[in-house]
Nanobody, 124 residues
């Protein structure tokens, strides 16, 4: 089992940047593939990005690719999401997720450990 806690959310103006962190405790962090999802009011949870266990492979949703960067530091048991050039459509609760499923999934159903979420609000 693993517990995940997201931090770093907040209010930012359009064009600004935020860096989210997800600290993990419990089982060895390096055994999990990690991902970020987001959910805006009235919408389903949306894939943002994922990173493999060794951080050598990453995937991104088309809508964030080039603006967002996912990374991990296994020594710190932490995964990050650097978000640049934010726009109001990025406003959502951002969730960190972990899985032991083989591969680096991009669907929420493949992840069985979730953080509580952190709110990101981008003003226009």
């Amino acid at each position: 089992q693993v517990q995940l806690v997201e931090t770093g959310g907040g209010l930012v103006q359009a064009g600004g940047s935020l860096r989210l962190s997800c600290a993990a405790s419990g089982r060895a962090f390096s055994t999990y593939a990690m991902a970020w999802f987001r959910q805006a009011p009235g919408k389903e949870r949306e894939f943002v990005g994922s990173v493999g266990r060794t951080a050598t492979i990453t995937y991104y949703a088309d809508v964030v690719q080039g603006r967002f960067t996912i990374s991990r530091d296994n020594a710190k048991s932490t995964v990050y999401l650097q978000m640049n050039n934010l726009n109001p459509e990025d406003t959502a609760v951002y969730y960190c997720a972990a899985t032991l499923v083989y591969g680096i999934p991009t669907i929420a159903a493949a992840y069985n450990y979730w953080g509580q979420g952190t709110q990101v609000t981008v003003s226009s």
